[in-house]
Nanobody, 123 residues
Framework: VQLQASGGGSVQPGGSLRLSCTASGRTFSNYPMGWFRQAPGKEREFVATISWGGRSTDYADSVKGRSTISRDNARNTVYLQMNSLKPEDTAVYYC?????????????????WGQGTQVTVSS
């Protein structure tokens, strides 16, 4: 299983980014996906998760209302649309996949991880 994250970059506060994560090597549509992030000097933390069919989502309080997770199973891709970005959103963002059928906000419950994409929010 390979997960390839992309879409990161540098934006000013208040800006937007859309991260993408494309999966290969397994039946993508059968499993939930998640986004996590790790800021410098901090532990990796949960950002958002989406069920296999996309009907169920969950968000960290820190991004709720500003971010939307979605997926396109035909393209084996999950997205994270982030709006109203703040400097505290600066981090490396990772996508991850579970081998269970339930969504989770717990890092240790994810089995496969992408390489990460850097998001920098700065004026």
């Amino acid at each position: 299983v390979q997960l390839q994250a992309s879409g990161g970059g540098s934006v000013q506060p208040g800006g937007s980014l859309r991260l993408s994560c494309t999966a290969s090597g397994r039946t993508f549509s059968n499993y939930p996906m998640g986004w996590f992030r790790q800021a410098p000097g901090k532990e990796r933390e949960f950002v958002a998760t989406i069920s296999w069919g996309g009907r169920s989502t969950d968000y960290a309080d820190s991004v709720k209302g500003r971010s939307t997770i979605s997926r396109d199973n035909a393209r084996n891709t999950v997205y994270l649309q982030m709006n109203s970005l703040k400097p505290e959103d600066t981090a490396v963002y990772y996508c991850a996949s579970r081998t269970s059928y339930h969504t989770s906000a717990k890092e240790y419950e994810y089995d496969y991880w992408g390489q990460g994409t850097q998001v920098t929010v700065s004026s």
